[in-house]
């Protein structure tokens, strides 16, 4: 494509090629173009992956040849990036594999061209993505198919090539690469890419096919006879010594014993060839750093291969001149040359001389091969130039000895007596040539060329007479009239007589000839008025009636015939009859002048009359016409065009002219709105068809346009106005922008549909609209009346210091557009259907022209706070029809402007909601969330796809979100149910050796409660406190073996977290089952590790003791008396109860006397004790206590 050419629409393009027929010699032009334009077009991918279905289930054609070349120029040779390679490559490999088994060789051999890129791009994106095993196995089949076309017998030969090239490419794949990372290249995938533990890709057993697959190539190398394969395996080897350093001995070692021994019998220049790719290559690698340990092997092989290529050259040689000599003694033997005698006569004919060696030797007897060589062998001996001047002095030679001499037999006349001299024959032929007539034809020919040696005298110059066309001719009296008596009598002298009635008859005619001057009609009779209408109407119904027949017979002419009127005989009655109807003859014109003042006003009068009985016929040519509308459309369109011209006509005549044209065209749209079809779009056509259009009929169309019987008709006129009539274009334009802003889903849905037809390219219809959707987004931004007038008003100097206090994205309140279906300012909070009419047209425009969503994304940080709430809602449909591959979207997620940090939120969260991301979207979003320190609500739908680094890194930040309200729980809710394992039934009860689901990306429930209280700072004690109390309320994982995991896992940790002991209170709370463990194992723990050194732990120990007394009581006892006391200073209620369990449990009775001092011997405490209420479970002490102790209410069990 040339430099200068205009760009060409790959859309437009294609749905040419796809509408022209199929096959043909225009769609392969027109696919040709399409090629060129979309090799850097930014849509490859895109049309690529729309046309990938097609390839399926088809015969060949031409369609889809080019769509699978086009697939792979993306996939192989595009600048495409490799992520969006990838992509295509996934797409397309089911396609791909089963086009493997299709009939047309040629089809196979660019599929097999396709899957060298294929097997490496998706074999390093398998290796991340762990959990997507169909494409492996995919891949895996296609592979064993394309190898078997290496193997097999009778495999077509580029096929085969082909296949050898992917096998290699396999190779490379399934080897080991540089095993410094240093040195690593990503863009080489290799083994050292699959993770030891993958779950469906073995390292091991690829390395052993690549290695098994390499001696292959190297047994083909050393069997086969064919050069283009040996050619295809080594141009590839460079490339492997290359990237797989540690094959480099292997591939020097095989190229060093290789001889050209079952090249025998290939022509020498094969053989030689082959022999310098070896040498090429086997330098090649003695010049890079792998090779250098190997230069003395090389070279030792180079040298040894010298010396078989001179032996191979000096054997060539000699089998060349020995068969130059055989061949030589050939021809010699072949035409022996005797002495003539003297006396023998000299020849009079010439008698051609035997070509060298043609005497008699059949040279087919020769093999073909060494003919071939002593052709070059004799081509070899002669320098360039000797060569030139040799072929020129052959075809030299060839061109004197072709001339033709004309055979003696072919000149009639002749006899066979011996042929004469040169001169006389010539002669004699020239004078006989003269005698006939000229030959014609292939005759005439050969006969020219045989006299070319001696050109004959020209012949005389004949006058041509041009042939006479008969219809121009001049004919005369006597030739219209051929009479032989006539004739006769005329030339002998006698008349024939005349008639003398006849002779009276034309003296008669020749005086009614003479021109009339003193001529003049009689008058016409006076008719009245009623007869004059009378008379009107019966010559409409004859000229109406009469047309019936002039329409059957407009049908049978010819319309390809060049004299064909362009107006037909209907048009011509309907002309005749509007005409009668609207040029008004007012006979008193004349007389005005002629008339005094008595009698203007019967004048007026007069006048009067006549325009009434105009107006009559017109209400009856209106009625005529509104009978049948859709059928007299003709006749109604004819009517409208000659009033508007006699309006105009009569207007330059009398300002005072009253004009007609309105007035009977509102009378035929108010009588078409009675009985009209809302789907006939004849009225349409008519109104197109007007040479004026009416601020009035326009204004009928837009209420057309929101009726529902009449909705089709009215955006159909306003389209066609847009379309065809440049004079109506803009307010017909402006109409139907104005109506994508209607209240009414459907009005408004087919306004936006209307107009999305002139996007992208239609001018200037596609301009005009952008404005205006752009307008209606900036509306949105625009400032409220009431948030204006709460505001203090502030005195200004000038204008500018108003528009300098304007916040960004707004505007003037002037320059904001209005429509009459929209409020002049906006509800807030907002309205979603009125936020709705702002957007609607822009998000359907953003499905054709992507660019939109740069706008929305740029308005959306300067609207008001409910504005963004409901936008983010309303454009749920947009981002679900673009899809999470949508180009455009990925890239606003990553380069969104500030102030949009919701809205891409919302986009991300519609791509996750019905499906799990990719592993694209995921690295894309962990990336923004470093780069851009974006909310953790970022995270959350992606957090299920990260690993459990990722997972136990970000979900800290996750859990700060937590503020008390019901939506950030629900969303970590989820969170937890998503990266949280549920145990097994048996979990706690068994044992079992079965491996824990996905235990490399999910946390354990466990673990998670664990790492709650582990990052409790980093959280935040009240948001961890709502984690833990979410963790509590999913029952069917935290069970209550559960919790006691996590009690022993917590209780083991140098420093006890801050909420261990709220979290011990809720889970005794929830399940009693737990109030053994803690009572025999956990607070005697607790009490080892001196828990009152940390003042709100000890303050939740003595809480829970109170909590599950007395089960208690044992692990109360292990306490220091300082403690203990402190205790039952807390508890009161404790101490009767501890006094009276050591009472029934103690035997030595020094320590129950301890324990009495600090209980009391008596009872006279109790009575004080229980004047005042004890605190319950869930109540506080009257001692302030930490705020993060606070316990909810407890979960039932």
């Given at each position: 494509m040339s430099a200068n050419a205009a760009p060409v629409d790959p859309l437009t393009q294609f749905s040419l090629a796809l509408a022209a027929p199929a096959d043909s010699k225009e769609q392969a032009e027109l696919l040709s173009t399409l090629r060129e334009s979309l090799e850097n077009h930014p849509s490859l991918s895109i049309l690529c992956s729309t046309l990938i279905n097609t390839l399926s289930g088809t015969g060949d054609s031409l369609m889809k040849t080019?769509?699978?070349?086009?697939?792979?120029?993306?996939?192989?040779?595009?600048?495409?990036?490799?992520?969006?390679?990838?992509?295509?490559?996934?797409?397309?490999?089911?396609?791909?594999?089963?086009?493997?088994?299709?009939?047309?060789?040629?089809?196979?051999?660019?599929?097999?061209?396709?899957?060298?890129?294929?097997?490496?791009?998706?074999?390093?994106?398998?290796?991340?993505?762990?959990?997507?095993?169909?494409?492996?196995?995919?891949?895996?089949?296609?592979?064993?198919?394309?190898?078997?076309?290496?193997?097999?017998?009778?495999?077509?030969?580029?096929?085969?090539?082909?296949?050898?090239?992917?096998?290699?490419?396999?190779?490379?794949?399934?080897?080991?690469?540089?095993?410094?990372?240093?040195?690593?290249?990503?863009?080489?995938?290799?083994?050292?890419?699959?993770?030891?533990?993958?779950?469906?890709?073995?390292?091991?057993?690829?390395?052993?096919?690549?290695?098994?697959?390499?001696?292959?190539?190297?047994?083909?190398?050393?069997?086969?006879?064919?050069?283009?394969?040996?050619?295809?395996?080594?141009?590839?080897?460079?490339?492997?010594?290359?990237?797989r350093p540690a094959l480099v001995e292997l591939v020097v070692s095989t190229l060093v014993q290789w001889t050209p021994v079952k090249l025998e019998g290939q022509p020498a220049s094969v053989i030689r060839s082959a022999e310098k790719t070896i040498r090429i290559l086997l330098t090649h690698i003695s010049r890079t750093p792998q090779g250098h340990p190997f230069v003395g092997q090389i070279q030792s092989a180079l040298a040894a291969q010298a010396a078989r290529m001179e032996q191979a050259v000096a054997e060539e040689k000699a089998r060349r001149a020995a068969a130059a000599e055989a061949s030589k003694k050939r021809t010699n033997t072949a035409t022996p040359v005797t002495e003539a005698p003297e006396s023998k006569r000299p020849k009079l004919e010439h008698e051609p001389v035997p070509a060298l060696g043609a005497g008699g030797f059949?040279?087919?007897?020769?093999?073909?091969?060494?003919?071939?060589?002593?052709?070059?062998?004799?081509?070899?001996?002669h320098t360039e130039n000797a060569l030139i001047g040799l072929v020129q002095a052959y075809r030299h030679k060839k061109a004197t000895t072709s001339i033709p001499v004309p055979a003696v037999a072919e000149i009639p006349g002749l006899s066979s007596t011996p042929p004469p001299s040169r001169g006389s024959t010539a002669e004699h032929v020239a004078s006989v040539s003269a005698q006939r007539p000229p030959p014609s034809g292939p005759r005439a020919d050969r006969e020219k060329k045989a006299k070319s040696v001696t050109p004959p005298p020209p012949p005389a110059p004949v006058k041509i007479e041009e042939p006479v066309d008969p219809l121009k001719m001049d004919i005369d009296d006597e030739e219209m009239e051929y009479e032989p008596d006539r004739l006769n009598l005329e030339i002998s002298g006698e008349a024939e007589p005349i008639d003398e009635a006849e002779a009276a008859l034309d003296h008669a005619m020749e005086e009614a000839e003479l021109p009339i001057t003193d001529f003049k009609l009689p008058p016409a009779r006076e008719l009245d008025a009623d007869d004059r209408e009378v008379l009107m109407r019966k010559a409409i119904t004859r000229i109406r009636e009469g047309a019936k027949e002039l329409v059957a017979a407009e049908g049978a002419l010819d319309a390809s015939d060049p004299h064909h009127l362009r107006t037909t005989p209907a048009d011509m009655w309907m002309l005749l009859l509007v005409r009668m109807v609207t040029r008004v003859s007012d006979p008193s014109i004349e007389q005005e002048a002629n008339e005094d003042e008595t009698k203007a006003d019967d004048a007026v009068v007069k006048r009067s009359e006549i325009y009434d009985r105009q107006d009559r016929l017109r209400h009856a040519l209106c009625e005529y016409i509104m009978a049948d509308f859709s059928g007299r459309i003709r006749l109604a369109t004819t009517w409208m065009n000659e009033e508007w011209y006699n309006d105009r006509i009569r207007r330059q005549q009398d300002r005072a002219w009253q004009p007609n044209y309105e007035t009977w065209l509102n009378q035929i749209v108010a009588a078409y709105q009675t009985h009209a079809e809302g789907k006939d779009r004849t009225f349409s056509r008519f109104l197109l068809d007007l040479p004026a259009v009416p601020q009035d009929v326009l204004n009928l169309l837009r209420e057309s346009c929101v009726e529902p019987e009449r909705r089709q008709m009215g955006f159909a006129a306003l389209r066609e106005f847009v379309s065809q009539r440049p004079s109506l274009r803009a307010e017909a334009m402006n109409m139907l922008l104005e109506l994508t802003t209607h209240p009414d889903k459907i009005t408004r849905g087919a306004a936006i549909n209307t107009v999305k037809r002139w996007i992208p390219d239609v001018q200037p219809m596609a301009d005009m609209i952008r404005d205006f959707a752009l307008q209606l987004l900036r509306r949105l931004q625009s400032r409220p009346k009431q948030a204006e007038e709460e505001k203090p008003e502030k005195p200004q100097t000038n204008g500018a210091d108003h528009e300098e206090n304007m916040e960004d994205g707004q505007l003037p309140q002037e320059d904001i557009i209005q429509t009459p279906y929209l409020p002049e300012q906006l509800e807030l909070p907002a309205v979603n259907a009125q936020i709705l009419q702002h957007v609607e047209l822009l998000f359907a425009l953003s499905t054709k022209v992507p660019e939109f969503l740069d706008e929305i994304f740029a308005a959306y940080g300067g609207m008001e706070e409910t504005v963004q709430e409901t936008v983010q809602q309303l454009i749920t449909p947009?981002?679900?029809?673009?899809?999470?591959?949508?180009?455009?979207?990925?890239?606003?997620?990553?380069?969104?402007?500030?102030?949009?940090?919701?809205?891409?939120?919302?986009?991300?969260?519609?791509?996750?909601?019905?499906?799990r991301p990719s592993a694209q979207l995921v690295a894309l979003v962990k990336s923004l969330v470093n780069e851009r320190d974006l909310?953790?609500?970022?995270?959350?739908?992606?957090?299920?796809?990260?690993?459990?680094?990722?997972?136990?890194?970000?979900?800290?930040?996750?859990?700060?979100?937590?503020?008390?309200?019901?939506?950030?729980?629900?969303?970590?809710?989820?969170?937890?149910?998503?990266?949280?394992?549920?145990?097994?039934?048996?979990?706690?009860?068994?044992?079992?050796?079965?491996?824990?689901?996905?235990?490399?990306?999910?946390?354990?429930?466990?673990?998670?409660?664990?790492?709650?209280?582990?990052?409790?700072?980093?959280?935040?004690?009240?948001?961890?406190?709502?984690?833990?109390?979410?963790?509590?309320?999913?029952?069917?994982?935290?069970?209550?073996?559960?919790?006691?995991?996590?009690?022993?896992?917590?209780?083991?940790?140098?420093?006890?977290?801050?909420?261990?002991?709220?979290?011990?209170?809720?889970?005794?709370?929830?399940?009693?089952?737990?109030?053994?463990?803690?009572?025999?194992?956990?607070?005697?723990?607790?009490?080892?590790?001196?828990?009152?050194?940390?003042?709100?732990?000890?303050?939740?120990?003595?809480?829970?003791?109170?909590?599950?007394?007395?089960?208690?009581?044992?692990?109360?006892?292990?306490?220091?008396?300082?403690?203990?006391?402190?205790?039952?200073?807390?508890?009161?209620?404790?101490?009767?109860?501890?006094?009276?369990?050591?009472?029934?449990?103690?035997?030595?009775?020094a320590r129950v006397a301890g324990y009495l001092d600090i209980f009391g011997e008596d009872d006279s405490s109790t009575p004080a004790a229980a004047a005042s209420p004890a605190p319950s479970a869930g109540e506080s002490t009257p001692q302030p206590e930490p705020e993060p102790l606070l316990v909810e209410p407890a979960q039932s069990s």
């Open positions: 080019w769509v699978l070349n086009l697939l792979h120029f993306a996939i192989c040779k595009s600048n495409l990036s490799a992520e969006a390679r990838t992509q295509l490559a996934d797409q397309s490999l089911e396609v791909l594999a089963g086009l493997l088994n299709d009939g047309n060789i040629n089809t196979v051999k660019v599929v097999v061209q396709c899957f060298p890129t294929v097997y490496a791009l998706l074999f390093r994106s398998l290796c991340v993505n762990r959990s997507n095993r169909k494409p492996w196995d995919i891949l895996t089949q296609a592979k064993a198919r394309i190898l078997e076309f290496v193997w097999a017998p009778h495999v077509n030969a580029g096929l085969r090539i082909s296949a050898v090239k992917f096998m290699q490419r396999v190779i490379l794949v399934q080897t080991r690469g540089i095993n410094d990372p240093r040195l690593q290249n990503k863009d080489d995938p290799n083994l050292n890419m699959v993770p030891s533990d993958h779950p469906f890709i073995s390292a091991q057993a690829l390395e052993q096919e690549g290695l098994k697959l390499l001696e292959g190539v190297i047994t083909t190398l050393y069997t086969s006879n064919n050069p283009d394969m040996l050619s295809a395996i080594l141009n590839s080897w460079a490339n492997l010594i290359k990237r059949d040279f087919s007897a020769l093999p073909a091969t060494l003919v071939t060589d002593l052709i070059v062998a004799n081509l070899q001996a947009l981002v679900r029809a673009l899809g999470p591959t949508h180009g455009k979207l990925l890239t606003l997620l990553r380069t969104f402007p500030p102030g949009a940090e919701s809205l891409a939120l919302r986009v991300l969260t519609i791509f996750t909601e019905t499906g909310d953790a609500r970022f995270l959350i739908p992606i957090i299920a796809e990260m690993d459990k680094a990722d997972i136990v890194r970000h979900l800290p930040r996750i859990v700060s979100i937590l503020n008390g309200t019901p939506e950030p729980k629900q969303l970590v809710r989820s969170v937890f149910s998503s990266i949280v394992t549920t145990p097994p039934e048996t979990f706690g009860k068994v044992t079992s050796n079965l491996p824990r689901v996905r235990q490399s990306e999910l946390l354990t429930p466990a673990e998670l409660m664990v790492l709650l209280h582990e990052s409790e700072r980093e959280i935040g004690l009240r948001s961890a406190i709502e984690a833990i109390s979410i963790c509590f309320s999913m029952t069917d994982i935290y069970r209550s073996e559960i919790l006691g995991v996590v009690m022993n896992q917590l209780v083991d940790v140098p420093n006890l977290p801050t909420l261990f002991m709220r979290t011990v209170i809720q889970a005794v709370t929830t399940y009693r089952s737990l109030r053994g463990f803690v009572s025999t194992t956990l607070l005697s723990r607790l009490i080892t590790k001196k828990i009152w050194t940390n003042p709100p732990l000890w303050e939740g120990f003595i809480r829970c003791a109170k909590l599950i007394a007395p089960q208690s009581f044992g692990a109360l006892l292990q306490l220091p008396k300082e403690q203990l006391r402190e205790v039952v200073e807390k508890q009161p209620t404790l101490k009767a109860e501890l006094r009276e369990h050591v009472m029934k449990k103690g035997t030595n009775k």
